[in-house]
């Protein structure tokens, strides 16, 4: 038999983050014959069941330097990773996505910009940096509008609504303190994301746009598949602009608003994310294989759905899982945490042959699961 | 959110044998929440990348018996498990597959005389306990006979084709000092298996038929789909009567040869298969994944394929990895094991749309594989 012609040198990948979607790395890495470590705060990181754990704060730039230089390659399972952290990371071995990446979408004022930059169409926005910029920002874009923090929020958090001066001093008192940027609010028709896998070579894949439908800012349900093909080239032609200027490598998520029959971009994440789950039951090649294949210096898998699929989200407490899975084509996925409010502990994927066939487990699902399930994914329909 | 109303018991299950049947077994149940032991003699053992990994003999009761103090069901990844072994981990927590299965399996001969007693076909076969019997066995059966251990044989270890008295005598010298069957030699137009699970609720799955391809006594290619469906029928009665008769949960594999239009069995293993790898890729629920369920008593998955699927197994060295799997539809598994002559180290599986698209692509794979795999393939053209 023939030599492996690939990069042999790639045999252990380290990942910054040991949460649900590095664990996930892990399952997809393992059969393509790569080991995984793991550095988090957290002793007991649920990624933690896919590889070795190490004890270590984000900003700890000597566990980060010490673990790139145990491993072949690293990446990262959240935006959020220190510029000091990356930066002692690049010094024994690569880190993918390039740190320019990351660097660009923590910040959504940079992310704003670049977009501008970019010629890529996004909402009305206005830098915040005081009391005056911010009436200035409600007085060019009027309200609704929406106050976000510029750094670190996600999942609903850091952000307030103003539709009054009432709704503005509140969350001036609230969110005051940081850097903030002042967005349009947009009355959008829709929420979809576009997940996309850049390789070693410049070779490109993406899934099909998704549909998210959030339920008190954290994501809900998402359903792949149902865009006209003109919205899918539109977001791919955003998301290659994306990649080529930051010369990518490794998975990227755009979300955007479905608004007036086109896109807007809401925001950029330099990862695999959750409304790329389904991928691992109704795809040929998962988010998380292809995220691990880019980093690896691997080729990329086929992007295509081989089923029908809808993501649940499960947040803050498990659903009777046996019923569940009882109902046919239920793909269970418990990462392994802590239940606790607000907290993503798992997901379900329903997979099918037809669409029809599809939403008829689904809607069983959501009866079983209950709370807003059985509401939300009417908005699916 | 309702109380979930399964066994919450089953959180963490011991694996008897830590080769990649137990890795997959792990990667597949990961997912499901529940957490893995692996015993094995290996301090290497591949599955300890999916789970914790113990080190001991097979025969060693005292650690079978305190590994099962520590989880809450036990399987097994080989079908040689010492009866003493089996019945000291019965002492702390159920064992599935039942030992009687597990008993009837570890014999060629008792596993025959099964067959007679279930009415199910099985080809001519003589007990050999002396140099008598085999001549006896030779004159009832006729040339071309095979001579196989009772016990232990695997891959074509433990047996030999008699074509003659010259023959008889070296396989005699070779194998006579262990108990022997000899069986008439099948010459059969294919070889296939069926591979079902029953769950903790008596309710059963059948995966389609899967034509398999030896090389040397060793799987090397593996294809499902494509029986009529009166095999298949006939396939599943056979299993389901053996199923009922040992109260089976978990799953099961059955090898068949195909003869004069009809099915043979020719050996029961009580566990996952390696010709039920492609379920991985090509089936909504895998073997991995259904035999984990039935052992936790959770619901079983869809046992239908979604994609076109064939399997190569990667024996003793790797082809090229980049290179294969640059061909659309590729998914790959490393066992995670030294390569070594003879030495099962990983699979790949291809999957398609059609079965047209499946063998064009498949044809790629086995020219990059080379070898014996280009002329292989048009076995199951």
Redesign the interface.
């Known amino acids: 038999?023939?030599?492996?012609?690939?990069?042999h040198r790639v045999r252990t990948l380290g990942v910054l983050g040991g949460g649900q979607l590095g664990?996930m790395m892990g399952?997809a890495g393992?059969?393509?014959?790569l080991?995984f470590r793991f550095l988090d705060p957290g002793a007991d990181a649920c990624a933690g069941?896919?590889g070795a754990l190490e004890q270590a704060a984000f900003d700890d730039a000597v566990a980060a330097r010490a673990m790139a230089g145990r491993v072949d390659a690293m990446t990262f399972d959240f935006e959020n990773v220190p510029d000091s952290t990356a930066r002692a990371v690049e010094e024994h071995c690569p880190l993918y996505p390039p740190p320019g990446a990351l660097g660009a979408c923590q910040d959504r004022l940079v992310e704003k910009t670049l977009m501008d930059e970019l010629g890529v169409a996004v909402g009305g926005y206005h830098a915040v940096s005081g009391r005056t910029d911010l009436l200035e920002g409600v007085a060019r874009l009027g309200y609704p509008a929406v106050l976000k923090t510029r750094r670190f929020g996600y999942d609903g958090k850091g952000q307030a609504v103003l539709r009054d001066a009432e709704d503005l001093e509140r969350a001036w008192q609230r969110l005051g303190d940081a850097p903030l940027i002042l967005e349009a609010f947009i009355p959008f028709a829709a929420e979809c994301s576009l997940i996309g896998v850049r390789g070693a070579d410049g070779d490109t894949r993406f899934w099909p746009l998704t549909r998210n439908v959030h339920d008190d800012g954290i994501l809900a349900l998402s359903r792949p598949g149902g865009f006209d093909s003109g919205l899918q080239q539109a977001a791919e032609t955003t998301m290659r602009r994306l990649m080529d200027h930051f010369e990518y490598r490794g998975v990227m998520t755009i979300e955007f608003f479905v608004h007036g029959g086109a896109l807007l971009v809401n925001e950029i994440a330099p990862r695999v994310h959750n409304s790329g789950h389904w991928t691992i039951d109704g795809a040929?090649?998962s988010q998380f294989e292809n995220h691990v294949?880019a980093v690896a210096g691997?080729?990329l898998?086929?992007t295509e759905m081989?089923?029908q699929a809808l993501m649940f989200n499960w947040v803050g407490?498990?659903?009777?899982?046996?019923?569940i899975?009882?109902v046919?084509?239920?793909?269970?996925?418990?990462y392994?945490k802590a239940p606790r409010p607000g907290r993503k502990i798992?997901h379900a994927t329903v997979?099918a042959?037809s669409r029809a066939e599809l939403m008829a487990r689904a809607e069983r699902v959501a009866r079983?699961?209950?709370?807003r399930f059985p509401g939300l994914i009417q908005q699916l329909d």
């Open positions: 038999m023939a030599e492996d012609s690939s990069d664990r399952l393992i059969p393509l014959g080991g069941a896919t040929g090649c294949r691997l080729p898998g086929a081989h089923s407490a498990f659903p009777d899982r046996a019923g899975l009882a046919e084509g239920v793909h269970w996925h418990d392994g798992g997979t042959d079983l699961a209950g709370g």
